[in-house]
Each structure stands twice: as C-alpha cells, then as structure tokens.
C-alpha cells in the first residue's frame, strides 16, 4: 500500500527557544526566508505525500494561516504590481491537503502520533518532526519510502552522531542488511552514554503502519514521563521487524540554538543571491578572531 498521508507533530511548546517562542510557534521560526516548518511540508510534498495533519496545540494559529489562503495580502500584491509575491503567497495554500487536530495535553510524541489515528485509518504512514531540517538531494523521505517499498515494514530514519551527544535522541542497535539499511534489534529513548548499545541515532522521520496505534494506546508513559513513540516502535518490534534507514544528506537539530544558526549559515550559503557577500562576510569574521 502506498505512502500518501503524513502526521506533523507540533503541539510542543518549544522551551529551548524561548522567549522567541513565548507568543509564536517553533515551527514559524524563519530560516532564511521560510519557516523551519514550510521546509519540512515541501520535503513531504516532494516525497509524493498528499495529505498532512498536523497535530497541533494552543498558540498554533500561525501555521494554520501560513499554508492558507490570503486574500487580502494576494489582492495588496497583486494591486501593487509584483504578481511574483502573489504567485508564491498563493502557491503554499496549493500545496497540499492539510487536515488539523488538537493534542489536548502534551503527553509525549507517542500521544501526538496516537492523536492521528482516525485520519491514518488503517494506512502505512509518514512521521515528521519539525526540527529536523535535512537538506538532501533526494528528499530523506523519499530515501525511507524506497527502504519501505522494498523491505515492506517500519522505517527509521538514522544517523551516527557524537556519542557525548546520544543522550538526547532515540538510540537504536542494528544489524545492516543491505547499503545504509538495517535491521532494528532494540531501541532505547535518550539512554544515559553508559547504557547506549551503539552511536546509531533516530533522526525525526519515520513510516509506520497502522498497527502502531493499539500499542500506543497502551503504552505507559516512558522517559520524561511521556508516552514515547521509541518505547511503543520497540513493542511493535516484537511482531514484525523495524527498519533503518542512514539517509544521506546534511540534517541540522533546529530545534537547538546553535544548531539553527548553523542551518542559517550552511543554507544561506548554498543560495546563489547571498553566497559571494555572505562569505566575505563571514571570512572578515572569522578573521578577527
Ligand atoms: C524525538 C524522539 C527521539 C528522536 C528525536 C529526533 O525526541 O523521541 O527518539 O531521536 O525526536 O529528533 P525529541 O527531540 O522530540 O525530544
């Protein structure tokens, strides 16, 4: 069965970006000249997805607006010559279907994706986490749902990172079973370095199938005292095996400081208008020093 629907949580509250995010959402913080989530959303357009929901919380009303229709700001353009603006104001809302519901209380991730279960049905689906940006030239998506068409089963996106750095993702233990593939063996949410079983990270993409959801509905709630989606993927693999997907291309945490003004820079200077000035920019900079 195809991929075609996706599920965006993003009902945080964004504490590590405050007081940026006190009145907005995270996922409104603009990179460059898009917010972090547009980047995400065209990612899943571009992997062939048609239907998104985002599972949203209070103070979200921007992203709903965002990929909505303005016709007041279409008809100022438009009056004022620059048809072009218009095009690109118009061209979000034709993006894609988006479909909204409300995560009541932030339970966890776990409790996000659960949240989604009546508009998945009973369909294999796409997971993607807003502060994740990776900058790829398949998209990542796309590189998972090629791991999901041929091995027919859950898929995790995974990248090495710095063991110093394991404690704040999902860690997994893996078996390759073909180039950049594996087989998932066990999984852990954020271990402490000492209990890590390997340097193997889940990135924020995810196919899951529909038999994710009654493991939700019955999953305890786990580290931080949340319902984990790791801890219920971890039961699912009990009755069918996991996948992993080492993806390539260049993902930047925007969901952490310094890792968004890293993505600022790294984009900023792959962009043709900015790159000769932003780099005698940055080199008068990094000369000082
Ligand atoms: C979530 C997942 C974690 C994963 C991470 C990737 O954690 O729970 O397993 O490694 O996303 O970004 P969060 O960063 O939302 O706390």
Redesign the pocket.
Known sequence: MQVKKAVFPVAGLGTRFLPATKASPKEMLNLIDKPLVQYVVEEAVNAGIEQILFVTGRNKRSIEDHFDIAFELEALLHEKGKQDEAMAVRSLADLVNIFYVRQKQALG?GHAILCAREFINNEPFAVL?G??IIDSERPCLAQLLDVYRHWRGPVLALEQVPMEAIS???CVKAKTIAPRTYEVLDMV?KPKLEDAPSDL????RYILTPDIFPILERQQPGKGGEI???DAILELSKSRTIYGCHFEGNRHDC?DKLGFLKATVDLALKREEFREDFTAFLQTKVCRI
């Open positions: 991730l986490l502060d994740d704040s993702y999902g949410e990270a889940i990135i924020g984990q989606l790791t969901g």
